[in-house]
Every structure is written in C-alpha cells, then in structure tokens.
C-alpha cells in the first residue's frame, strides 16, 4: 500500500559576490544565514524558507532574500529542484534553488550581523540539509558557464577593464589568466567592445573601458521567456 504524505515547497538561494581574500585577491564568497531553530539549529545554511500558496517560487525567492539578507540582485535564475527522501529529519521538504550573482556595490548592501555572514565559497563549514552539495553544484554550474557565456558580465558593471574582467575569470576558474593571451581572446571573441574613454586620474597609461556588445540576457528561459499575454519570464523553467 501507497502512503501519502504531506509536502513541504521551499526556496533556497546560493547568492555569489566576488570579494577579497586573505591575500587581497578576489575569490568567490556567499553569504550564508545561521539558523535559529531545529532542524539544524546554529548551523549554518543558504538563505531562504516556505513557499507561501500566494506567491510563485521567484516572488518566494526574493522575499526571503530581502528578509534575511537585504538584497535585491538583478541577476536571479532558478537552479535545480532538490528533493532527496532524507534531505530533512523532520518532513518531507523539496527545494527550488535558485542562484544569484552581485556585483561588489550590491553586495555590500548585505545586512550583516550575529545570524548572517560572508564565507569563502571553496572553504564551507558543515552546512544545514543539504545545502554543502547545493553550493558545489552551483559553483560547477558558474565554473562551466563561464567557458561559453557571458555571466562574467553580472559581476561587472556597465563598464570596465580588461583587467578587471580577467579578474572575474580567474576569481571564478581559480587558476591565473596570461594577460596578453586573455586580451587577445576577448578582443576577437566580438562579445565586448572599447567604449571610446579610458580611466582618468592614474599616473601611467590609463586602461581602456570596454562594454559587451548588444543585450546581455544573462538569462535565457528561450521559448518560455513569453507568455500570450505579452513579455513575462515564468518562474518554472528547465535551466539545470
């Protein structure tokens, strides 16, 4: 005989930030909410909680960023579904995982405290549930977009240089770019381009600002991306 059971639908989202190291590069970094009950009461987890039966599942991811964390990221796509039988001692608990990038600007608008904080995204404690294989999942999923995409482009603003995006390369891929061999590639990849101006105020050679080219749709949801009512991005989408 069947038995059924009752489901529970949360949200969690893996928010990444590129920040400072102990050596002053930049690395990978996430904030992370300490929970403050049981299961898994003072240990550390993703943030984000229950879908309520009146929201959808990115309207549910943003709430619970802006109540544990603040922020409002412009970058948001859903990641993966997670639902392992034993994922959580007290109730069968799927979760929608979506997964975040900011900019540093966005970032530090994070509210931090006793119960939130930053961690190195290589160098993670014992998390709640599952959220340790969560986090290594989206880090392959960054590392892998990052050869064939242009999701450099959530860590940057409009403008930049082309030593700050091989630092988002080498930040993310955890390995050193050659300068000239990166400027060459990007160069003629056609996905960016010089903006005309260079940065002021330095006291040698100033370095060229440059854009990407066209619309950056960080987010593709392709065919669902429109509904016949008009341009909607849906919230379930298959992007795993």
């Known amino acids: 005989m069947t038995t059924?059971?009752?489901l529970g639908l949360a949200v969690s989202t893996v928010i990444f930030a590129l920040r400072a190291d102990a050596t002053g590069a930049p690395s990978v970094w996430l904030p992370l909410v300490r929970r403050t009950r049981d299961p898994y009461l003072d240990r550390w987890a993703l943030p984000g909680g229950m879908v309520r039966v009146d929201e959808s599942l990115e309207g549910a991811a943003r709430r619970n960023?802006?109540?544990t964390t603040r922020l409002e990221p412009t970058y948001l796509e859903q990641l993966y579904a997670f639902g392992d039988v034993d994922r959580s001692p007290d109730q069968r608990l799927v979760s929608i995982v979506y997964w975040a990038l900011v900019r540093p600007d966005e970032a530090e608008?994070?509210?931090l405290g006793e119960n939130v904080r930053w961690f190195a995204a290589d160098e993670l404690p014992d998390l709640a549930f599952d959220h340790n294989l969560i986090v290594d999942y989206a880090l392959w999923r960054l590392r892998t977009k990052m050869e064939y995409s242009r999701i450099a482009h959530a860590f940057l603003?409009?403008?930049f240089t082309l030593a700050e995006l091989r630092e988002v390369y080498e930040a993310v891929l955890r390995k050193p770019l050659d300068p000239a061999n990166f400027r060459r590639?990007?160069?003629t990849s056609g996905v960016i381009e010089p903006t005309g101006e260079v940065v002021t105020g330095g006291r040698h050679r100033p370095?060229?600002?440059?854009?990407y080219t066209g619309a950056v749709d960080l987010v593709d949801a392709g065919p669902l991306s429109r509904r016949a009512t008009g341009a909607v991005r849906p919230d379930l989408r298959n992007s795993a």
Do not use: H
């Open 4 to 6: 059924t059971i009752g």
């Open 65 to 67: 960023l802006g109540e």
């Open 109 to 111: 608008r994070v509210t």
């Open 157 to 159: 603003g409009p403008r």
């Open 185 to 187: 590639q990007m160069e």
């Open 207 to 211: 370095p060229r600002l440059y854009r």
